[in-house]
């Protein structure tokens, strides 16, 4: 949303990196991206290369991730084996858990912010909404987001802190399950008064996945954000035992990579 992302080739190493350029104009409101993707040094985050500045445009220097997104992965016809679910959320509740761990908000995990490769790596990217929390400031209240995918009492405008990416990673483990985030029919402003007012959101077809993942949804879901699990306490959550093997994962994006090659 807030630049343009290109794949580069570096002239001397010869290596590839993903280059995010965006019009000078941006730079103050890119700062505090820039610094916190630099800062967020992780192995299931992207990584930072460098920033540089023209006279026209800010480049962002990145790591490329040439499987491309989750959401390139999913589909309401495709079928995702519960183990892959549970190894997706795995990788991104590690990326989680350190930023929270160090007082940081993503605020806006979903399928599009995950970036897989075909030797089954799993990464979250952008940094546009991610914020940086003092120990004695540890809650926000301003509304930032993409509409499906967040939180309750982030809508409401309550404060709120690291649980409101646990709640958009549940409703990214649905997107995995079911093709679509629940609401994804209605329009984003509906949607956003669905999630305040209806019951939680839970696997359409129950019997059709184990108890172990229906409770991790309910954990990840909970209405009440001081009931809701945090990202370290789902880490040990039964269903995460369950995960399939990198290498698994990998021959599952490579199909899916195949396949969008067809279409």
């Known amino acids: 949303a807030s630049g343009t992302v290109y794949e580069a080739v570096h002239r001397e190493s010869g290596d590839r990196f993903a ?6 104009e941006d730079l103050a409101e890119l700062t505090n991206e820039i610094g916190l993707q630099q800062l967020t040094n992780h192995p299931n985050v992207v990584h930072f290369k460098e920033a540089f500045a023209t006279k026209r ?44 761990t160090n007082h ?41 987001g993409t509409p499906y995918w967040m939180a309750p009492e982030l809508i409401r405008g309550l404060e709120y802190d690291g649980k409101v990416d646990v709640w958009s990673l549940g409703i990214t483990a649905l997107e995995m399950a079911e093709g679509e985030p629940p ?13 305040t007012i209806s019951a939680p959101p839970e696997l359409r077809q129950p019997r059709k996945w184990s108890r172990a993942f229906g409770d991790f949804v309910r954990a990840c879901c909970d209405p009440d954000a001081d009931r809701r699990a945090s990202a370290v306490e789902l880490l040990e959550h039964p269903f995460l035992s369950t995960a399939g093997t990198k290498e698994d994962f990998g021959k599952f994006v490579e199909k899916r990579m195949a396949a969008k090659r067809r279409r």
């Open 19 to 24: 280059l995010k350029m965006a019009p000078i």
């Open 57 to 100: 445009e800010v480049c962002i220097v990145l790591e490329l991730m040439s499987g491309g997104s989750l959401t390139d992965c999913l589909g309401v016809r495709v079928e995702w084996p519960e183990p892959l679910i549970a190894y997706v959320c795995r990788e991104t509740l590690s990326a989680l858990a350190f930023m929270h």
């Open 104 to 144: 940081r908000l993503h605020r806006d995990i979903k399928s599009d912010n995950i970036l897989v490769e075909p030797d089954g790596r799993v990464k979250v990217t952008d940094f546009g909404f991610a914020i940086n929390l003092t120990k004695e400031q540890d809650k926000r209240t301003s509304v930032v």
């Open 183 to 195: 609401h994804m029919s209605e329009p984003p402003l509906r949607a956003l008064l669905l999630i």
